[in-house]
């Protein structure tokens, strides 16, 4: 975002040009930029590095090449065909990559949390549906790759020590062709702690120049002057106990663009679904909340034909199949491929009486000799702990179109809380500090510009965080009436009571399921799958305890936000944008 460019422009290079292919990054770029006064030096240039040419984009070689185009396993982002193009083309003889160099290094580890989003677990998973699950090994399609993890917020620890699985020079063109070649070989990595296998972290060390190294890793590095932002790279493999000295082999592709690796001998899985799915099939607490209630409704009267409304769990259609006669499908599929990828799933899960509905209208149902159905269940929550994108939509035109006369909709309701917090560490990654870069060099309010302050996907459990608030329903939406829709907008104040004092930094935005007749709940904010949001504010506000906060919420269809209003009657401005 034009901080490197800048700050070699203020170090004394006569000449810097800048990379950068993202018209929105572009944007940034060239605001930093100019912001700095550093526009006769620095030039930008929109496009992909390996289509710059001399003279064209560059009045000729250049003494420095700095690049940062790394992912968490160090060879994404198409970094190794970059590099061959700038030291070949662009480099002038006796010129310098920054970072020179790099080491790739892995450990085993154990997690508990991890492995729920990559393995089914086929026998818990029997016992609570009451039939038996089919044998099978089911795996997160991301393993042709790899999962990428910050285990900072997650509950792991090390099986083994640090092994390095290679050391590349960034100058060394024979030795960056065979990366982009290809190749393989095998590493032996021994065990040092009893416990159970699940993965292989993999993390990496750039070396800058002289003793300036920064590492990628998990644990404190002896070499590394710095942490860095990037996440770890993770390698999920088949659960097994492990003893120490124990050797575990395993092998290590390296392609163009990706590092792999896996353990040496073991078979691919027999099915594969995205981690997200998985996770969910796995969450006890949310499949017996669903299966009670669906048990208490199917205790009542009978029910014929059941339409679920799903896009993650795999057991709600394997539960209802042995217990109605028609099963309807409608995966919730709005822009991304975990919808395709559970109808593939349940394809070679579900017995005859499961069909599979593209649209939600009668004469598709027709087909089946379907024309409504006694029961709508619908999953409403993504694992990033966000409202799925359309499904409130999807729910309505259900009940409207497709629900007889007394049937119904599980959950019934749906309530949306909330709770001030102070959380400095999630501030910190969502602000740019200026003084703290300890550089001359203004960038934060340009980045702020570019800010969203809405953050998903949040461990509550792993984020260090003080509750300064009472947690708060902020509404209840209720999904039983047949034809009632939901109001396109809604925006109401709640109050919230401060109970501790502190910083308020942001309002933590979770979600209970609720069944009728009955007092069960599901709620996210305790769930093993479902993660949960985060809105900060432009500002931190200090608390004082027994003071009353005024929010602002809005809800705008699958969208949830929350601003902090007013403080015992001070008004502030942070409102709706």
């Known amino acids: 975002m034009g901080l490197l460019a800048v700050q070699a422009a203020q170090l004394g290079a006569r000449k810097v040009y800048a990379c950068e292919k993202s018209p929105a990054t ?87 949390p991890l492995v729920s989003s990559y393995w089914l677990k086929s026998d818990l998973l029997s016992n609570l549906i009451g039939l038996n699950m089919p044998q099978m090994s089911v795996e997160c399609d991301d393993l042709d790759q790899y999962l990428t993890e910050n285990l900072s917020t997650l509950k792991w620890r090390p099986l083994s020590q640090p092994t390095a699985l290679m050391t590349i020079s960034f100058t060394d063109v024979a030795a960056l062709t065979q990366c982009l070649n290809g190749f393989s070989r095998t590493i032996s990595v021994m065990a040092d702690t009893a416990g159970e296998l699940h993965a292989a972290v993999v993390w990496f060390e750039l070396h800058l120049a002289g003793d300036v190294t920064l590492s990628s890793g998990p644990m404190p590095s002896v070499s590394a002057s710095a942490a860095t932002s990037w996440r770890q790279a993770i390698f999920p493999l088949r659960p097994r106990d492990i003893q120490p000295q124990s050797n575990v082999q395993l092998e290590m ?27 969910v099939s796995n969450d006890i607490s949310y499949h017996a909340f669903y299966l009670e209630g669906l048990r208490d409704i199917l205790s009542r009267g009978p029910i014929e034909s059941v339409l679920v409304l799903s896009h993650c769990s795999l057991l709600l259609p394997l539960f209802l199949q042995s217990k109605v006669k028609v099963v309807l499908v409608h995966v919730v599929n709005d822009d991304d491929d975990d919808g395709d990828a559970l109808s593939d799933v349940l394809h070679e899960l579900v017995d005859d009486n499961v069909k599979f509905i593209v649209d939600l209208n009668v004469d598709e149902m027709n087909q089946y000799g379907v024309a409504s159905v006694d029961l709508i269940v619908a999953e409403l929550i993504d694992t990033n702990g966000q409202l799925r994108k359309g499904v409130l939509d999807h729910l309505h035109s259900a009940k409207s179109n497709m629900l007889k006369p007394g049937g119904h909709v599980f959950p019934s309701a749906l309530s949306i809380q909330a709770a001030g917090a102070e959380c400095q560490g999630l501030y910190a990654d969502n602000y740019c500090d200026d003084s703290a870069l300890g550089l001359d060099i203004k960038i934060s309010h340009i980045v702020h510009s570019y800010s969203s302050l809405l953050e998903s996907d949040i461990r509550l459990g792993c984020c260090q965080h003080k509750e300064l608030t009472e947690q708060t329903t902020l509404m209840t939406l209720s999904l039983e009436e047949p034809t009632t829709a939901l109001p396109k907008l809604m925006s109401m104040r709640r109050e919230m009571r401060i109970q501790r004092e502190g910083e308020l930094t942001n309002f933590f935005i979770w979600f209970s399921l609720h069944a009728a007749n009955s007092e069960k709940t599901y709620c996210t904010r305790q769930s093993d799958s479902i993660n949960t949001c985060a809105r900060l504010l432009h500002e931190k506000v200090k608390v004082e305890t027994g003071l009353v906060m005024v929010v602002n919420c809005l809800f705008h269809a699958s969208f949830v936000d929350v601003r902090f209003c007013s403080l015992e009657g001070q008004p502030t401005d942070d409102r709706f944008e």
């Not at 185009?69 to 002038?92: N, P, Q, R, Y």
């Not at 896996?262 to 099915?271: C, H, N, Q, R, S």
């Not at 594969?272 to 998985?278: D, G, K, Q, R």
């Open 26 to 112: 572009r944007s940034i770029l060239d605001s930093v930029v100019q912001e700095n006064g550093m526009t006769a030096i620095v030039e930008t240039i929109s496009k992909n590095s390996l289509q710059i040419d001399i003279p064209q984009d560059v009045e000729g070689r250049v003494d420095v090449i700095v690049v940062e185009t790394f992912d968490a396993a160090l060879l994404g982002e198409g970094i190794m065909a970059s590099l061959v193009h700038a030291v070949e083309k662009l480099l002038a003889p006796g010129g310098h990559v920054v970072p020179h160099s790099a080491t790739v290094y892995c450990c085993l580890m154990e997690s508990f």
């Open 253 to 279: 592709k390296v392609s163009a663009d990706h590092l792999r690796l896996t353990e040496a001998g073991i078979l691919d899985p027999i099915l594969e679904a995205p981690a997200s799915i998985l996770s």
